[in-house]
């Protein structure tokens, strides 16, 4: 059975069970709900969802604070703080500090990255000198240039005897441009053993974990480390900076006739909006379009000659405006032809701000999904939409933007 595909779990959850939260199996469709809710028997229209917000960058955490004594990259009031425990001699530690590289470059201005070097004493036979070489380098302010360096190039030196790593570490030292001489000699001082040895034994207090330990807004993060699911995370939390503590207020009128038309990259779709049918569901929808929460968003999920399906601001297919909507499921109403438009839910009453538009009969959604409009023109544009349907742990380009959703009310 095909089912529209949204999680809407909480994003304490997803920290823990990403796998759950990322949508996309095999089959080309709606998948299995998330979340089911418990259906009242006389639901209200609308509920803000009762969850706690996505953590901030300074939530308190069991492990140490960030402070003024960390290697930090980023803004100070970044929205997402990843800290990370790497050995930089671990291959995981290497591939996890080029994906932070990519969300530093991608999000310069929301995510922020500390890096806390715990090296894997008795495991590897050069992750002492490496804590140490790096140490030295932030003496001359070139700890990152350092950091990085040893990540990318750890296949240069791996497998290195330790006395010849030292002499690979200060011909890097000098291509960076430090003072050799200083750097050779801070490498081995009791200053920056020391503090080696201080960090790993702060560390070493939490218990023995794995690297790269993880901690994204101070929550342990155990989930898939591939660019995709940590940009997924990335962007739901600068979601939460949207998103609505309340519903919105009812204004619809039923004897209204309310028209959206779908600014898209491709052209125009002018829909039809039925708000003596779905009211409560219609009101949502004009209400977060005229909000501008539709704008320069993407088509997250297209599926050729079946659906294709958008109003996630994140681009991820898990976000919702921070309140549901009621199901209003009407006999009458069928997806028995192309070109009918209805909210995704995850279960009874939980409809949020996706949307789909049938690109052909679609009956085993019957029943299932509110139906609030029908596209009165331009079908041959969504017919052109790229082809999208995100896998997890598989990169998927961009799909073709909503630019805006305009309404017209008469």
């Known amino acids: ?150 990540y990318a190039q750890q296949a240069n030196w791996v497998n290195l005897p330790p006395e010849d790593f030292e002499q690979w570490s200060a011909a890097q030292a000098s291509a960076l441009g430090m003072d050799v001489e200083r750097y050779q000699a801070e490498v081995k001082s009791e200053a920056v053993i020391q503090q080696v040895q201080d960090n790993f034994e702060t560390a070493r207090q939490f218990g023995p974990f794995a690297v790269p330990l993880i901690l994204i807004n101070s929550e342990i993060y155990l989930g898939p480390q591939d660019y995709g699911s940590l940009r997924d995370i990335v962007e739901l939390i600068l979601l939460g900076r949207r998103q609505f503590t309340e519903c919105p207020p009812f204004f619809v009128e039923k004897t209204r006739q309310y028209l959206a038309t779908l600014h898209t990259e491709k052209g125009d779709v002018v829909i039809q909006l039925f708000a003596d049918k779905a009211p409560f569901t219609v009101n949502s929808f004009v209400f977060l379009a005229r909000s501008g929460w539709y704008d320069n968003i993407t088509f997250h999920r297209v599926i050729p000659d079946l659906y294709v399906q958008t109003g996630d601001p994140s681009g991820t297919g898990k976000g919702t405006p921070g309140y549901y909507v009621m199901t209003e499921i009407l006999p009458d109403l069928k997806f028995d032809k192309p070109g009918m438009v209805a909210m995704v839910n995850s279960g009874p009453d939980t409809s949020g701000s996706q949307f789909f538009i049938t690109l052909a009969p679609a009956p085993e959604f019957d029943g299932r999904y509110t139906i609030f409009g029908e596209v009165l023109s331009g079908m041959e544009v969504l017919r052109m939409l790229t082809p999208r349907n995100a896998q997890p742990g598989v990169e998927t380009l961009p799909g073709d933007k909503l630019l805006s959703i305009e309404i017209e009310e008469k």
């Open 1 to 150: 059975m095909r089912r529209l595909q949204i999680s809407l779990l909480p994003f304490s959850l997803c920290l823990l069970l990403l796998a759950a939260c990322t949508s996309a199996p095999a089959t080309p469709a709606p998948a299995n709900p998330t979340v089911t809710l418990i259906p009242q028997a006389a639901a209200p229209p609308c509920d803000s969802i009762p969850t706690a917000p996505t953590p901030a960058a300074d939530a308190p955490s069991l492990i140490p604070p960030v402070s003024a004594a960390d290697h930090i990259r980023g803004r100070e009031d970044a929205a997402v703080t990843f800290l990370v425990y790497g050995d930089l001699q671990d291959g995981t530690s290497a591939l996890f500090a080029g994906v932070m590289q990519r969300l530093i470059t991608d999000y310069p201005n929301d995510v922020r990255y500390v890096s806390r070097v715990f090296p894997l004493v008795g495991r590897n036979d050069k992750a002492l000198l490496a804590a140490q070489a790096v140490e030295a380098a932030s003496r001359q302010g070139k700890f990152w240039e350092m950091h990085d360096l040893l």
